[in-house]
């Protein structure tokens, strides 16, 4: 389950897909990621369930039984502004794809689906639309100003100037104030998505952030949670209010 290295607050995706056997492994697969999946097996079951929850990806089969896919795509787009939608193309659909990208998908995967490259997709896709997204782009956490954007740390206007893993890093801890972390997430999250079991580098990153964090006052904190991971702890007092930031939209869940 840490394969992803996503923490406990799961994508939603919405699976659209009339074939059983499809569904069920696309199903089973999300899941073991992580995702918080539910299925539909027609457009309008797909419509219904887009106004009725809220959904942060969408896998819509193009050759849905009731409805054309290319208008199930255009009607979600409606529906699920801020979602990402990839279709499900059978082989010589080529046209329809062409269409489907006019009519607001994200993304086409051609069948038979490879779940690895699915989930590579998915990955890739979460993070650009966190990137796109200037409007959570700062996080507030005690008299700490962290712009994912210009990638600026600041107190009081003085700038951090933290290196790029530095930043990396209190932002992944910010996205989720006063939450444990593990060390595998962090480093997953921070350094690459592959993990090989060494976190040196992540100690000493974390030292060099907690050397910066002490030089002022009302600054969050980076406790250590044994045999787990950090947690960022926000000031006792005077603590500043909370934004949700970019990262939260990549599937890094802010926690308040
Ligand atoms: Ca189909």
Redesign the pocket.
């Known amino acids: 389950m840490e394969s992803t290295g996503r923490p406990s607050q799961p994508t939603r995706v919405l699976v659209v897909?009339?074939?059983e056997t499809i569904g069920e492994a696309l199903l089973r697969s999300l899941g073991a990621q992580g995702h918080q999946v539910s299925w539909e097996r027609s457009g309008a079951g797909a419509l219904a369930a887009a106004s009725a929850a809220e959904y942060d990806l969408v896998l819509l089969?193009l050759?849905?039984p009731d409805l054309d896919g290319v208008e199930v795509c255009r009607r979600l787009r409606q529906t699920l502004p801020a979602a990402v939608v990839v279709m499900l193309t059978a082989r010589g659909e080529g046209i329809d794809v062409v269409v489907g990208l006019d009519a607001g998908a994200d993304d086409y995967i051609v069948k038979p689906i490879g779940l690895a490259e699915l989930h590579a997709r998915i990955r890739a896709h979460l993070r650009r639309r966190a990137s796109d997204d200037p409007a959570t782009a700062v996080v507030h956490i005690g008299a700490l100003t962290i712009n994912s954007t210009s990638r600026r740390v600041t107190v009081e206007d003085r700038d951090l100037g933290l290196r790029r893993k530095e930043f990396d890093l209190l932002l992944r801890l910010a996205t989720e104030p006063d939450v444990a972390i593990t060390r595998e997430t962090l480093m997953t999250d921070v350094w690459d998505e592959h993990w090989f079991g060494s976190t040196k580098t992540l100690d000493v990153h974390i030292a060099v952030l907690r050397k910066r964090l002490t030089e002022y006052p009302d600054l969050p904190r980076i406790v250590t949670v044994r045999g787990y991971g950090y947690r960022l702890e926000p000031p006792p007092a005077r603590a500043g209010p909370l934004t949700r930031s970019a990262a939260a939209r990549a599937g890094w869940p802010a926690a308040w």
């Open positions: 897909e009339d074939d089969d050759g849905l």
